[in-house]
């Protein structure tokens, strides 16, 4: 069992920048693919960014790429997404997944879900 808390969301004008970080605990997830999804109010969630088991591979949705990046340190057992030049439509509850198999970029792929981090992006 893999528990997963997701941390650093707020309220940031349009422009700014935030560092979300997804800290698991339970079972060490050094070898487990690691993604972010975001969903607003009233939309499904979709997929953001995710990042092969050992980080040599990374995925972006097409909406993200070039102002958001993705990192882990599994010493810590800890992943990051970096998000920059944020705008209104990035607004959204952003969850960390474990991925044990399926697709990347499809919420079915994933299998453990941490409750999200809420970030709030002004115009």
């Known amino acids: 069992q893999v528990q997963l808390v997701e941390s650093g969301g707020g309220l940031v004008q349009s422009g700014g920048s935030l560092r979300l970080s997804c800290a698991a605990s339970?079972?060490?997830?050094?070898?487990?693919?690691m993604g972010w999804f975001r969903q607003a109010p009233g939309k499904e969630r979709e997929f953001v960014a995710a990042m092969s088991w050992s980080g040599t591979y990374t995925y972006f949705a097409d909406s993200v790429k070039g102002r958001f990046t993705i990192s882990r340190d599994n010493a810590k057992n800890t992943n990051y997404l970096e998000m920059s030049s944020l705008k209104p439509e990035d607004t959204a509850t952003y969850y960390c997944?474990?991925?044990?198999?399926?697709?990347?970029?499809?919420?079915?792929?994933?299998?453990?879900w941490g409750q999200g981090t809420q970030v709030t992006v002004s115009s």
């Open positions: 997944a474990v991925r044990l198999g399926g697709s990347v970029y499809e919420t079915s792929g994933y299998q453990y």
């Open positions: 339970g079972r060490t997830f050094t070898n487990y693919p």
